[in-house]
């Protein structure tokens, strides 16, 4: 082709930009991603882990039991993180092909060439022209940039999941398998410890405040399940917020302000969760909202706590409107991230389309897994 005609240059010219606009909007992703401490809507990001969400929900659908359905999805969130990298890498090397092409007399395999071996460091291909020699060492360092930053990634991400587990196991002890809110007042009640929780609200209102900020700027971590396929973050958080809504508005004892503010620690966190993951979420609830749970299972829960010697007001109406208000601040959050990381099954935190038996059919066609 002649090198003098507009249209072939006007063919340099876009593959260049092209090219260049690639890599600095690879970059610039993997900057956001594994970098910046704070949300970022990344659309590779987004493309990458919703790709492989739909693959795997393929294999999901089929699974016999929840426990099988728990094993596949466990996989999940490592192999979409560890395609993170393959995308960007290859991004950048598709884009400093366009610009080695653009640049040079270089065929497209030949330019794939040189951009492979720059990239990787192989040294099997390269170029003397000056010009191309200065891209070459650029992609050269930008891939080993990607490869540090994915590096130093991982450790950041285990020591957030870590933290966030040890608190998921903890609540065990109070509330059983699978957790229950008023299992874990029965508890406390049994112990003497009902009215000596200040430590308990405290200690979980700053695990709100570091799963919001964990699982906005690392949202990877959201889809990484627990080791044991019984707990969730998900079902955990439900079940705290439950239990201190619960005290507030049914249990007769001196109000504890600190699960009050427990309870709005878990809203705001599970709400821009939320927020973040598109999920449904209500900006402004009110008192009148509707929320999942029925006056009948209220009740249910009220008649088990009597048993239990656990002492309740005695207006039920009262505090089941109480409970609702306070409910309504996170039900359809809670019940909206249940759906979406697939969390187990736990009375009153878990995605509520669902059953005990829904989860656990070995039939393998109960429930939603979207």
Known sequence: MDTTDPVYIVLRVVAFLAGAYLVVYTVLSGIRTFVLPRPAQVLLFRLVFLNVRRLFNLRAVRAESYAERDRVMALYAPIA?????????????????????????LSFIESFKLSGSALFTLGSFTNDDPLLMVFEFSEALLGMILVALLIAYLPTIYNAFTRRETQVQLLEVRAGT????????????????????????????????????????????????????ELSWVTAAGVVL?????????????????????????????????????????????????ITITREEYNDVCAYLETQGVPLCPDRDQTWRDYAGWRVNYDRELVSLAALTMAPYAPWSSDRSLSPTAYHDQNGEAGRWE
Do not use: K
């Open 81 to 105: 993180l560890f395609f993170m990298p393959v995308v960007l890498m290859g991004l950048v090397m598709l884009g400093f092909m366009a610009i080695y092409w653009a640049l040079s007399p």
């Open 178 to 229: 699978p957790p229950s809110s008023w299992e874990l007042i029965a508890r406390s009640h049994r112990n003497g410890e009902l009215t000596e929780l200040r430590e308990f609200w405290s200690d979980w209102q700053v695990w709100f405040a570091e799963l919001e900020e964990s699982h906005t700027s690392l949202p990877a971590l959201a889809f990484f399940r627990s080791p044991r396929p």
């Open 242 to 290: 439950d239990a201190a809504s619960l005290l507030l508005s049914t249990v007769e004892i001196p109000r504890e302000p600190r699960a009050a503010f427990c309870i709005r620690s878990g809203y705001l966190a599970l709400r821009q969760i939320a927020i973040f993951f598109e999920a449904p979420y209500n900006d402004v609830p009110t008192p009148t909202d509707p």
